[in-house]
Nanobody
């Protein structure tokens, strides 16, 4: 059974930095994309950043230039480095991975989600 364990959330002042990590376990096949999403109170969950198995990444416009996503395939871990944090970055951050269900190119894929970690930016 695939499990995701997130860590690194907390309280930080505006302009500060914070790093998140998410370690996956239980997957039988190499992970495709890995990503971070967030959900603020009263808002829908939104994409923050995604990184492919080849290392290509995309970012939400709101975090470009401030956040950096990376992954360690050997450790099945994805990271999110957050700098110049703003009050509006406050949210529960979730990691997500996309994993094949079989060894074939035609095998379907399945998404898994972490439990979420709170990031609060406040003075």
């Amino acid at each position: 059974q695939v499990q995701l364990v997130e860590s690194g959330g907390g309280l930080v002042q505006p302009g500060g930095s914070l790093s998140l990590s998410c370690a996956a376990s239980g997957n039988s096949f190499s992970i495709n994309a890995m990503g971070w999403y967030r959900q603020a109170p009263g808002k829908e969950r939104e994409l923050v950043a995604v990184i492919t198995s080849g290392g290509s990444s995309i970012y939400a416009d709101s975090v470009k230039g401030r956040f950096s996503i990376s992954r360690d395939n050997a450790k099945n871990t994805v990271y999110l480095q957050m700098k110049s944090l703003k009050v509006e970055d406050t949210a529960v951050y979730y990691c997500s991975i996309n994993v094949p269900t079989g060894p074939y190119t035609w095998s379907s894929n399945q998404d898994y989600w972490g439990q979420g970690t709170q990031v609060t930016v406040s003075s």
